[in-house]
Antibody, heavy 118, light 112 residues
Framework: QAHLEESGGGVVQPGTSLTLSCAAS????????MHWVRQAPGKGLEWVTL????????FYADSVKGRFTISRDNSKNTLYLQMNSLRVEDTAVYYC???????????WGQGTIVTVSS | EIVMTQSPLSLPVTPGEPASISCRSS???????????LDWYVQRPGQSPQLLIY???NRASGAPDRFSGSGSGTDFTLNITRVEAEDVGVYYC?????????FGQGTKVDIK
């Protein structure tokens, strides 16, 4: 069964950087678009960014555009999220998710917690 | 940005009874007159979200057959034929027609 596992979360100060990783296993990672979705404490789900299967196209939510960068290494079956200039409002659980049918997330990771606080 | 609006935001349910959640989008999610880019997810307490319905009405692998999705254009519904205790959680609709992909606010389902 396809599996995703996030790592790299932690407690950081505003203005600093953090990189999240998402390790994929038990499926052909290079054949799927991948996304990051986040959930602030007690809040709903917010789509953050996506990257196409070959890394050719990337899209971002306005709230993170210019600060976050999504990337992938298909040889390592790993998705990344480089987060710069972090703000208190970036505090959330960050999930990576696999896209299917051009329209849905059929596999989710367990999430990694990012806390931005002074 | 396409705005997704769910109702109700809170839904107390009785096991064995039917339940439904509505989702409305600020613009049509019908793609090339062929399918609707609308999905439904459930997030059970302490868990990651899980796909229930994709492309408006297709049940995801592993989703119980008591769940069904209907609707087209801007109005969609998630139906549960007979609620079970394990169905408690927060249900989200999401549009994937255009970036940014956007979620509804979520509907919290709990047992009366």
């Amino acid at each position: 069964q396809a599996h995703l596992e996030e790592s790299g979360g932690g407690v950081v100060q505003p203005g600093t950087s953090l990189t999240l990783s998402c390790a994929a296993s038990r499926f052909s990672f290079s054949g799927f678009g991948m996304h990051w979705v986040r959930q602030a404490p007690g809040k709903g789900l917010e789509w953050v960014t996506l990257i196409r299967s070959d890394g050719s196209n990337k899209f971002y939510a306005d709230s993170v555009k210019g600060r976050f960068t999504i990337s992938r290494d298909n040889s390592k079956n790993t998705l990344y999220l480089q987060m710069n200039s972090l703000r208190v409002e970036d505090t959330a659980v960050y999930y990576c998710a696999r896209e299917v049918a051009g329209s849905a997330f059929d596999v989710w990771g367990q999430g990694t917690i990012v806390t931005v606080s002074s | 940005e396409i705005v997704m609006t769910q109702s109700p935001l809170s839904l107390p349910v009785t096991p064995g009874e039917p339940a439904s959640i509505s989702c409305r989008s600020s613009q049509s999610l019908l793609h090339n007159n062929a399918y609707n880019s609308l999905d439904w997810y459930v997030q059970r307490p302490g868990q990651s979200p899980q796909l229930l319905i994709y492309l408006g009405s297709n049940r995801a692998s592993g989703a119980p057959d008591r769940f069904s999705g209907s609707g087209s254009g801007t109005d969609f519904t998630l139906n549960i034929t007979r609620v079970e205790a394990e169905d408690v959680g927060v249900y989200y609709c999401m549009q994937a027609l255009q970036t940014p992909w956007t979620f509804g606010q979520g509907t919290k389902v709990d047992i009366k």
